[in-house]
């Protein structure tokens, strides 16, 4: 009778451990994508913020044909800013409304006083319901923070359309 011996791949044992995977590469990889990402959507979420403030002044038609005969109604909101204040010794809102006085609400402790304008915004929604523009005018040292906040506050009230300016500086 014939005698085999066993097969060569018993007797193969493993040369070397099973390697583990390099993460450091992919690692690096996150480290650079996740920065750039949030980067991304604050550059997109100012875009927006951007592309939702629109001057108003729409297409369709000429100015001097037709119409409803009614002035469009231009209610504002000023945000001043501390540069304001040194000179005119006022920090805060100024709103103003067609044929009424422009009314002020001073800051609390160079903070704005979002509670009185937000309860100023609603007696001006309650007076004109039918009003869905607002302009909002901003200096130029006022925080992001703070124009964001008046804007949310607006459209919160039922203003769908808030327009945004900057204050124009006029030099002598």
């Known amino acids: 009778m014939a005698t085999y011996r066993p ?3 018993r007797q193969q044992k493993a040369q070397t451990a099973p390697q583990e995977p390099n993460l450091v590469p992919i690692m690096n990889l996150f480290l650079t994508i996740i920065p ?9 979420q100012v875009a927006l913020v951007a592309l939702n403030f629109s001057s108003g002044e729409g297409g369709g038609g000429s100015s001097g ?3 409803s005969g009614k002035d469009l109604e231009k209610v504002e909101i000023i945000v001043l800013d501390s540069e304001y204040a040194k000179t005119n010794k006022f920090l805060g809102f ?3 409304e067609p044929g009424m006085d422009a009314k002020m609400i001073s800051a609390n402790n160079e ?3 979002f509670v009185a304008l937000d309860r100023l ?5 309650a007076r004109k319901a039918d009003l869905v523009d607002i302009t909002v005018t901003v200096y130029p040292y006022v925080l992001y923070g703070d124009l964001i ?3 949310d506050l607006c459209k919160s009230n ?3 359309q808030v327009h945004y300016n900057r204050a124009v500086a006029s030099f002598y």
């Open 149 to 151: 906040r008046t804007i």
């Open 158 to 160: 039922g203003f769908t």
């Open 111 to 113: 903070n704005y006083n």
């Open 121 to 125: 915004i609603k007696e001006i929604r």
């Open 94 to 96: 100024e709103i103003r």
């Open 7 to 9: 097969s060569q791949m």
């Open 36 to 44: 750039f990402m949030l980067m991304f959507v604050v550059i997109s």
């Open 65 to 67: 044909g037709g119409g």
